[in-house]
């Protein structure tokens, strides 16, 4: 079965700091995204891309940047890490399904930012 | 814009009783896809299930869901539920012309014995 990894799994970092999350796929889907998870408020959508070089800002960019080196792999950034960015973070990857992807997700990244 | 709204917070259901969680939806869009997925306690969210047609029935692990467009309206059904079945559910649709889903908050589907 194809597969979506994430790492680190889990991650404590320190307010200010700089944390990278990363997410590789072996669906070779062109389309890839990072999500926040937070109880009240579901699945946010933070960035995407439809494929290696291309990043999209999604509903809650803010405090965050992406990165798509490879069609394989799509990093998370947060540059100056707040508490409030305290989450699970969940990275996917989507078929391209006309009038929306069916999505695959990784096992996600807790992160507790102190 | 596009918003999706599900039977919010918790829902607790007897084992073997029926459940329906509801989504609706408002969409810019007809040419869409919907979906349901489910998470299960400290795992990612999957796909349960998908639909694109108009009044088609769309059934997977027991459960099923119907999209009427009239109504704006993709509820999720099942006719006796299981304690397996306890999990957090999403409901999502597409938009026409992009890939990206637009999640609702969730339900949590609570199955007692």
């Known amino acids: 079965e194809a597969a979506v990894t994430q790492s680190p799994r889990n991650k404590v970092a320190v307010t200010g700091g700089k944390v990278t999350l990363s997410c590789n796929q072996t669906n070779n889907h062109n389309n890839m995204y990072w999500y926040r998870q937070d109880t009240g408020h579901g699945l946010r959508l933070i960035h995407y891309?439809?494929?290696?070089?291309?990043?999209e800002k999604g509903d809650i960019p803010d405090g965050y940047k992406a990165s798509r080196p490879s069609q394989e792999n799509f990093s998370l950034i947060l540059e100056l890490a707040t508490p409030s960015q305290t989450s699970v973070y969940f990275c996917?990857?989507?078929?391209?399904?006309?009038?929306?992807?069916?999505?695959?997700f990784g096992p996600g990244t807790r992160l507790l930012v102190l | 814009g596009d918003s999706v709204t599900q039977t919010e917070g918790l829902v607790t259901v007897t084992e073997g009783l029926p459940v329906m969680l509801n989504c609706t939806y408002q969409t810019a869009y007809s040419d869409v896809a919907f979906f349901w997925y489910v998470q299960y306690l400290n795992e990612a969210p999957k796909l349960l299930l998908r639909?694109?047609?108009?009044?088609k029935r769309t059934e997977h692990q027991g459960f099923h869901a119907t999209l009427h467009k009239s109504s704006s309206s993709f509820h999720l059904q099942k006719s006796s539920v299981q304690l397996s079945d306890s999990a957090l559910y999403y409901c999502a649709p597409g938009a026409s012309g992009y890939n990206k889903l637009t999640f609702g908050k969730g339900t949590v589907l609570l199955v007692s014995p």
């Open positions: 891309s439809y494929g290696a070089g291309s990043t």
């Open positions: 996917a990857s989507g078929d391209g399904g006309t009038g929306g992807d069916t999505q695959y």
């Open positions: 639909s694109s047609t108009d009044n």
